[in-house]
């Protein structure tokens, strides 16, 4: 199997919800969990559930040894050849280019890509440090899957579709496992790489869910997404929609900090694991809407839970946003 078996504690039975900015408490976070929604996790895959409630201030800290601030880099992200749903409300919070200070025991990078004009600016490592994709890759795995029919002039069956639509909006694994082989395991995020101009991606053999991105090429994915190229022009308005109806346990990070109104328009997937090879959860969020794409990729001691990378994400939001 191409998903690695991770072992680990027990699912709680009870749902716990976490409070206050869980991801600085000096003690261990406790994870939570919800119902499952129709959710089938490999087997090789831990998935440990947590709700985030707002984390709120910053803290003038180091970050893995390294201070992270918003200092523009160039970026390749490209200008997008147009929105296929403009669907954010007036007023909706912008996020722009600023020093972000945020605590993380580990390992943090983040990038944010403004969609008007192709820039990219992040965090000081936002180029060139990697983490892996975890479950954020899916929505790629999808968008290349419904290009195929549509170039080959196929019509995916219902059947295939209601297979697409959990595999995003619950992050079904097994969905993705199938879609990933049926299209040719390595050659699925070869493509990625190379529809998406990405730059600091690479692939590992057989595994998905281990695909090395930078920041800046999980932001270029999602303006990749956004745009068309990843799905097509017949498909990408519903890759969108599915995004945007995200739901149970893959809910979280920037939709946390974003008004209701500008979450329930926000385009998500995002990607978690805890990985008993290193003792680490590895998180990545990402989030796209109408004039930004916002990755942040985040690495940390597996005793903290899902909920302190679920906060690294939401803060990372929290601090980016102005009003427009």
Known sequence: ?????????????SPQRPRGTVYRSAAAATPSTRTPQRRRRLPGRLALVAVLLACVGTAGVVVAGHRLSAAAHAGRGGVPAGSAASTAAAGAPVLTPRTVDVSVDGFLSWSLLDRRTGAISGSANHADATSSTESMIKVWIAADYLRQQAAGGGTPTQQRLAELTTMIRDSDDLAAEDIYRLDGGNAVVSRMISTCGLTGTTAVNGWWSRTQVTADDAAR??????DGRAAGRTWTPWILTQMRQVRGEGRFGVVDALPASTAATTAIKNGWTL????????VACLAVQDRWVLSVLTRYDGSRGLSYGAGVCADVTRQLMTDS
């Open 1 to 13: 199997m191409n998903n690695p078996r991770w072992d680990g504690p027990p699912r709680p039975t």
């Open 221 to 226: 994915l999602g303006l990749c997404v956004a």
């Open 275 to 282: 990985i008993n090879a290193d003792g680490s959860w590895h």
